[in-house]
Nanobody
Framework: VQLQASGGGLVQGGGSLRLSCVAS????????MGWYRQAPGKQRELVAR???????NYADSVKGRFTISRDNAKNTVYLQMNSLKPDDTAVYYC???????????WGQGTQVTVSS
């Protein structure tokens, strides 16, 4: 499984960005796909994901501002980020946890920088 993330960039506070993650390889379902982020000096944290059972989880800090969605036909998961804040600045990583297996995969990361 390979994950290709894109869509990061520099945006002013209050702006929007949309991240995309295309999965290739043996993917039976996009359940288990999600986004994490890591800011300088901080631990990697969950942003949003489809659980392996298909429910959606969001970090409290992004609820109401970020939306995760998917296109099964394109094996693609999106993260729409609105009302961005400087605290959202981080490298965003796509992640896949294969349902009913111990296997998980990371994409290469895409930088999101929000200026004040």
């Amino acid at each position: 499984v390979q994950l290709q993330a894109s869509g990061g960039g520099l945006v002013q506070g209050g702006g929007s960005l949309r991240l995309s993650c295309v999965a290739s390889g043996t993917i039976f379902s996009l359940n288990g796909m999600g986004w994490y982020r890591q800011a300088p000096g901080k631990q990697r944290e969950l942003v949003a994901r489809f659980s392996t059972a298909g429910s959606i989880n969001y970090a409290d800090s992004v609820k109401g501002r970020f939306t995760i969605s998917r296109d099964n036909a394109k094996n693609t998961v999106y993260l729409q980020m609105n009302s961005l804040k400087p605290d959202d600045t981080a490298v965003y990583y796509c992640h896949y946890s294969a349902p009913r297996t111990p296997n998980s995969y990371w994409g290469q990361g895409t930088q999101v920088t929000v200026s004040s």
